[in-house]
């Protein structure tokens, strides 16, 4: 079994820093890629950032310059977004997700519970 287990959310006014975390436990071969998605009331669940085994980085449009998506391995297996200048708009329920290999032969998507984010005066 696997498990993703974040942390970080709240209430933040605009302008504003959250950190949020990510740690992913059980049986893991490898993990391909992690990165965090998120859904705002009425709206779709879209990407926001993605980072690989490699390192290579993905953002969103909407985030870039602001968001920061970095990685711990060596058996921590987390990963972190910390979010800077925050706006009204990244208010919304973030998911951590991971591209995990059980296995060598085994890959597949597995997500967090979410943690909500809300930027307000």
């Known amino acids: 079994q696997v498990q993703l287990v974040e942390s970080g959310g709240g209430l933040v006014q605009p302008g504003g820093s959250l950190r949020l975390s990510c740690a992913a436990s059980?049986?893991?071969?490898?993990?391909?890629?992690m990165g965090w998605h998120r859904q705002a009331p009425g709206k779709e669940r879209e990407l926001v950032a993605t980072?690989?085994?490699?390192?290579?980085?993905?953002y969103a449009e909407s985030v870039k310059g602001r968001f920061v998506v970095s990685r711990e391995d060596n058996g921590k297996n987390t990963v972190y977004l910390q979010m800077n200048s925050l706006e009204p708009e990244d208010t919304a329920v973030y998911y951590c997700?991971?591209?995990?290999?059980?296995?060598?032969?085994?890959?597949?998507?597995?997500w967090g519970q979410g943690t909500q984010v809300t930027v307000s005066s």
């Open positions: 997700y991971a591209i995990i290999r059980r296995t060598l032969y085994s890959r597949r998507d597995y």
């Open positions: 980072i690989t085994n490699g390192g290579s980085t993905n």
């Open positions: 059980g049986t893991i071969f490898s993990i391909d890629a």
